[in-house]
């Protein structure tokens, strides 16, 4: 019989739980080590299935049968998100420099004032 391994738990999307590695007891997870053989599925809830593909030395290549409503990523690419998201948040925003008031005698002339000043000339 399989020995559930805990793991950290994963808080909800959008959820912080402060000090990392802290997580209420709710959210608290458990990883099933089980053995499949190539072309074997596991089914996870009732819409969800894990396919395996290929093993190989180098790896183990799945398939996974979900929903198009299911976002699946792959979790370095989802830490990377996070962290970007998480460094865009913290840096500081820089407000542009105040606009400066146009004077009419700074200002560009009018397209008919340009055709009078031209005229004359």
Not at 30 to 37: D, F, G
Not at 90 to 99: G, I, L
């Amino acid at each position: 019989m399989p020995v559930p391994v805990p793991v950290p738990a994963l808080p909800p999307h959008g959820v912080s739980f402060g000090d990392p590695g802290t997580t209420p007891a709710q959210y608290s997870l458990a990883m099933l080590i089980i053995t499949r053989h190539k072309g074997q599925r596991i089914v996870i809830g009732h819409d969800i299935e894990i396919v395996i593909s290929d093993i190989s030395r180098s790896g183990v290549k799945i398939g996974i049968i979900a929903p198009t409503t299911t976002t699946i990523l792959r979790a370095e690419v989802r830490d990377a998100v996070e962290a970007a998201n998480r460094e865009a948040l913290q840096s500081s925003f820089v407000e542009p420099a105040a606009a400066q008031t146009v004077t009419t005698t700074d200002a560009a002339p009018s397209p008919s004032e340009a055709l009078a000043a031209s005229a004359e000339r």
